[in-house]
Nanobody
Framework: QVQLVESGGGLVQAGGSLRLSCAAS????????MGWYRQAPGKQRELVAA???????TYADSVKGRFTIARENAKNTVYLQMNSLKPEDTAVYYC????????????????WGQGTQVTVSS
C-alpha cells in the first residue's frame, strides 16, 4: 500500500510562489515516477507535471516555464515549485503514484494523496 501526503498549499497573491511537497511511504511505489494533478471547481482533474526515471519531466502547456517538478530520494519526497502564480492556478493539487512514464507521457497511477488547496488572489 502506498501513502501520499501533500503539503505546502495556501493563499498567495498573483505573481507569488509556493512549493508543494508530496511525501510518499509504503511498499511498492516508485518515487522516480510521479505526477502532480490539479482540479479547479467545476473542472476535470488535469495533469500539471510529471517526472520519470532519470531526468525526464513533462509539463502542461499552461505551467511551462513557471512550475518545476523535482524529487528528493533521500526523503521520499517529490516537490512542485510554482512561480509566477496566476489566479487560474487556483485549485486543489494532488500527487499521484503507481503510474508509468514513457515517451514524455505520464500514465496515471492508482494512488492519490488527499490534496492541498492552492488559492491565488488577483
Amino acid at each position: 500500500q502506498v501513502q501520499l501526503v501533500e503539503s505546502g498549499g495556501g493563499l498567495v497573491q498573483a505573481g507569488g510562489s509556493l512549493r508543494l511537497s508530496c511525501a510518499a511511504s509504503g511498499s511498492g511505489f516508485r518515487l522516480n515516477v510521479m505526477g502532480w494533478y490539479r482540479q479547479a471547481p467545476g473542472k476535470q482533474r488535469e495533469l500539471v507535471a510529471a517526472i520519470g526515471a532519470g531526468v525526464g519531466t513533462t509539463y502542461a502547456d499552461s505551467v511551462k516555464g513557471r512550475f518545476t517538478i523535482a524529487r528528493e530520494n533521500a526523503k521520499n519526497t517529490v516537490y512542485l515549485q510554482m512561480n509566477s502564480l496566476k489566479p487560474e492556478d487556483t485549485a486543489v493539487y494532488y500527487c499521484n503514484s503507481g503510474g508509468a512514464y514513457s515517451g514524455s507521457r505520464y500514465y496515471t497511477g492508482a494512488y492519490w494523496g488527499q490534496g492541498t488547496q492552492v488559492t491565488v488572489s488577483s
